[in-house]
C-alpha cells in the first residue's frame, strides 16, 4: 500500500508541473499577441474615425463643384464675324523630286524666232514704212502683242509705240508695228531687215 501512494505522490507533482509550464506558455503567448495588437492599433488607426476628422481636400471640392456646374462652364467661345469658314493655313514644303520627271527639258513653245517669222514687202507694206513709221510682219498665230513687241526688241533692238494685229483669210497673222518718232522705219527696213 504504502508504495502506491508513493507512485501516486509523483504523478501529482508531475501533473502539476505540466499545468503551471502551460499556464506560463499561455501568458507569454497572450503578452507577445498584445504586443502585436498594439503595434496594429498603432499603423492602422480606425478608418471611420480617420475620415470624422480629416477635412475635405480641394481634389473633392474641385470635383463637386464640376459635377454641380459642369467642366466646360469658364471656356469662352470664339466669336465668328463671317458666315463662310476658311480652313487654317497649313505647312506646305515645295516639292524635292528624288529624280526627273522629265530626261530633257522640253524647249519653249515660242521663242522670238518662231514669233517673227517674216517681214512684209509688200506695195501696202512700202507705204506703210513711208507714210505712216510702222513695220509689218507675219508673225505666229499664237503669239500675243506683248511677246510680238518683245521678240522685236531682242532681234532688232526696235522700239514700238503701237503693236496692232490681225488674222489674214489665209490663216496666217500680220503684225502692225509703229516706232518711236526717233527711229525712221525706212532706215529700219533697209538697214537691219533689208528689204529695200
Known amino acids: 500500500m504504502p508504495e502506491k501512494s508513493k507512485d501516486k505522490k509523483p504523478e501529482a507533482e508531475k501533473?502539476?508541473?505540466?499545468?503551471?509550464?502551460?499556464?506560463?506558455?499561455?501568458?507569454?503567448?497572450?503578452?507577445?499577441?498584445?504586443?502585436?495588437?498594439?503595434?496594429?492599433?498603432?499603423?492602422?488607426?480606425?478608418?471611420?474615425?480617420?475620415?470624422?476628422?480629416?477635412?475635405?481636400?480641394?481634389?473633392?471640392?474641385?470635383?463637386?463643384?464640376?459635377?454641380?456646374?459642369?467642366?466646360?462652364?469658364?471656356?469662352?467661345?470664339?466669336?465668328?464675324?463671317?458666315?463662310?469658314?476658311h480652313r487654317p493655313k497649313t505647312l506646305r514644303l515645295s516639292r524635292s523630286p528624288k529624280y526627273p520627271r522629265k530626261s530633257i527639258p522640253s524647249e519653249p513653245a515660242l521663242d522670238q524666232h518662231k514669233i517673227i517669222l517674216h517681214p512684209l514687202n509688200t506695195e501696202s507694206a512700202m507705204k506703210k514704212i513711208e507714210e505712216n513709221n510702222t513695220l509689218v510682219f507675219v508673225v505666229d498665230v499664237r503669239a500675243n502683242k506683248y511677246q510680238i513687241k518683245q521678240s522685236l526688241k531682242k532681234l532688232y533692238?526696235?522700239?514700238?509705240?503701237?503693236?496692232?494685229?490681225?488674222?489674214?483669210?489665209?490663216?496666217?497673222?500680220?503684225?502692225?508695228?509703229?516706232?518711236?518718232?526717233?527711229?525712221?522705219?525706212?532706215?529700219?527696213?533697209?538697214?537691219?531687215?533689208?528689204?529695200?
Open 15 to 85: 501533473a502539476g508541473k505540466a499545468d503551471k509550464a502551460g499556464k506560463a506558455d499561455k501568458s507569454t503567448k497572450s503578452d507577445k499577441a498584445g504586443k502585436s495588437g498594439a503595434a496594429k492599433s498603432k499603423k492602422s488607426p480606425d478608418p471611420k474615425a480617420s475620415k470624422t476628422k480629416t477635412k475635405p481636400s480641394a481634389k473633392a471640392n474641385q470635383a463637386a463643384k464640376s459635377a454641380l456646374h459642369g467642366t466646360k462652364s469658364g471656356k469662352i467661345q470664339k466669336i465668328r464675324n463671317s458666315t463662310t469658314f
Open 157 to 196: 533692238d526696235i522700239d514700238c509705240v503701237r503693236v496692232n494685229t490681225l488674222i489674214r483669210p489665209d490663216g496666217k497673222k500680220k503684225a502692225f508695228v509703229r516706232l518711236h518718232t526717233d527711229q525712221d522705219a525706212l532706215d529700219v527696213a533697209a538697214s537691219k531687215l533689208a528689204i529695200v
